[in-house]
């Protein structure tokens, strides 16, 4: 008999929920610093609250996603994904390695917009938005999202920087123009029919340096243990969830941890999540030695943000190498 993959329920406190607000107006923010350097040496998983994103935003993002999810494929082929990682990727399109099955989900995908942020083609991972011509609110309401997630994300950034006792502005100072994308993700309902090796998205740590997701209320979010058990983590009302993604650890030299996770929708229905990458600009160099000092032995050689998530991109999305 075919069946879901399987996750065990969280533990109280294995996933910490933490109250940003002092980074976004001024209070304590050297123990949420604190909090946050703690939980990203565990899990690199993390509830935050206090985000500063308008419920009202949140609901306008979700309102247009789902009507270009639900829309015909027809006209969704009109924003198919471009070279530069833009517009709808379809279903089956993502694997997150070489022996897996293709990922269930199907994404919309964009950035910063060139034509108003100064960006330019400088790498393979920024070019022009496509928006829907067949839902006109889409664009204001993707961009509004992203501009909140962006200072989100800006100031957990600042505060990993005191966690590590630096000057706040370190994981900030190439960030004129970011790498950072956004992604409405979809997952259609699984049936158990589709077995234990079939995902929503497949294991895997995220690529860039930080990712903000604001889940629905369905669940289906499997993170890995250090143990190597899979627990839930589900949605808590009101707060997103944060992880430490590849390139945060590499800079940190291991010390927060980039954590697999994977997407199950055993709901019976259908799941959406708004999925914000944080990336600073693509000649950053990722270099432990500059968090950690000079005489400190790498594990990991340098390397530019840039160069790093093309090598990643390259190996996930089979349409850049066709």
Same mark, same amino acid.
């Given at each position: 008999?075919?069946?879901?993959?399987?996750?065990?329920?969280?533990?109280?406190?294995?996933?910490?929920?933490?109250?940003?607000?002092?980074?976004?107006?001024?209070?304590?923010?050297?123990?949420?610093?604190?909090?946050?350097?703690?939980?990203?040496?565990?899990?690199?998983?993390?509830?935050?609250?206090?985000?500063?994103?308008?419920?009202?935003?949140?609901?306008?993002?979700?309102?247009?996603?789902?009507?270009?999810?639900?829309?015909?494929?027809?006209?969704?082929?009109?924003?198919?994904?471009?070279? &530069?990682?833009?517009?709808?990727?379809?279903?089956?399109?993502?694997?997150?390695?070489?022996?897996?099955?293709?990922?269930?989900?199907?994404?919309?995908?964009?950035?910063?917009?060139?034509?108003?942020?100064?960006?330019?083609?400088?790498?393979?991972?920024?070019?022009?938005?496509?928006?829907?011509?067949?839902?006109?609110?889409?664009?204001?309401?993707?961009?509004?999202?992203?501009?909140?997630?962006?200072?989100?994300?800006?100031?957990?950034?600042?505060?990993?920087?005191?966690?590590?006792?630096?000057?706040?502005?370190?994981?900030?100072?190439?960030?004129?123009?970011?790498?950072?994308?956004?992604?409405?993700?979809?997952?259609?309902?699984?049936?158990?029919?589709?077995?234990?090796?079939?995902?929503?998205?497949?294991?895997?740590?995220?690529?860039?340096?930080?990712?903000?997701?604001?889940?629905?209320?369905?669940?289906?979010?499997?993170?890995?243990?250090?143990?190597?058990?899979?627990?839930?983590?589900?949605?808590?009302?009101?707060?997103?969830?944060?992880?430490?993604?590849?390139?945060?650890?590499?800079?940190?030299?291991?010390?927060?941890?980039?954590?697999?996770?994977? =997407?199950?929708?055993?709901?019976?229905?259908?799941?959406?999540?708004?999925?914000?990458?944080?990336?600073?600009?693509?000649?950053? =160099?990722?270099?432990? &030695?500059? =968090?950690?000092?000079?005489?400190?032995?790498?594990?990991?050689?340098?390397?530019?943000?840039?160069?790093?998530?093309?090598?990643?991109?390259?190996?996930?999305?089979?349409?850049?190498?066709?």
């Amino acid at each position: 008999m075919m069946a879901y993959a399987q996750a065990k329920h969280i533990v109280d406190g294995l996933i910490p929920i933490i109250d940003i607000t002092p980074l976004r107006v001024g209070g304590d923010t050297k123990a949420v610093a604190n909090a946050l350097h703690d939980a990203s040496q565990g899990l690199g998983f993390i509830y935050i609250k206090g985000h500063g994103i308008p419920q009202a935003v949140i609901n306008n993002a979700r309102d247009c996603a789902y009507q270009f999810f639900r829309s015909p494929e027809d006209k969704k082929n009109s924003v198919s994904v471009s070279n &530069q990682h833009r517009g709808w990727l379809r279903q089956g399109r993502a694997k997150m390695h070489d022996d897996a099955k293709p990922d269930l989900k199907e994404s919309f995908i964009w950035g910063g917009e060139r034509n108003t942020e100064n960006l330019t083609d400088d790498h393979t991972l920024r070019g022009q938005n496509q928006w829907p011509s067949f839902i006109p609110t889409m664009q204001s309401s993707a961009m509004s999202y992203f501009a909140h997630a962006h200072d989100v994300a800006f100031n957990l950034m600042r505060g990993f920087a005191l966690g590590l006792d630096l000057d706040e502005s370190f994981f900030l100072k190439s960030c004129t123009t970011p790498l950072s994308r956004m992604a409405y993700v979809y997952y259609p309902k699984q049936l158990e029919e589709h077995g234990e090796q079939q995902f929503g998205v497949g294991p895997h740590t995220d690529f860039g340096v930080l990712t903000v997701l604001c889940q629905d209320s369905v669940g289906g979010l499997q993170i890995e243990t250090l143990n190597g058990q899979w627990v839930h983590a589900p949605p808590i009302e009101g707060t997103l969830i944060i992880n430490v993604a590849d390139l945060l650890s590499r800079w940190t030299d291991g010390v927060y941890k980039s954590t697999p996770h994977r =997407v199950v929708n055993s709901s019976g229905g259908e799941r959406l999540s708004l999925v914000f990458a944080f990336d600073p600009n693509p000649e950053t =160099v990722i270099d432990s &030695q500059d =968090v950690f000092g000079q005489s400190h032995i790498s594990k990991e050689p340098p390397i530019t943000c840039g160069d790093y998530l093309n090598w990643r991109f390259n190996k996930a999305f089979s349409y850049r190498n066709e």
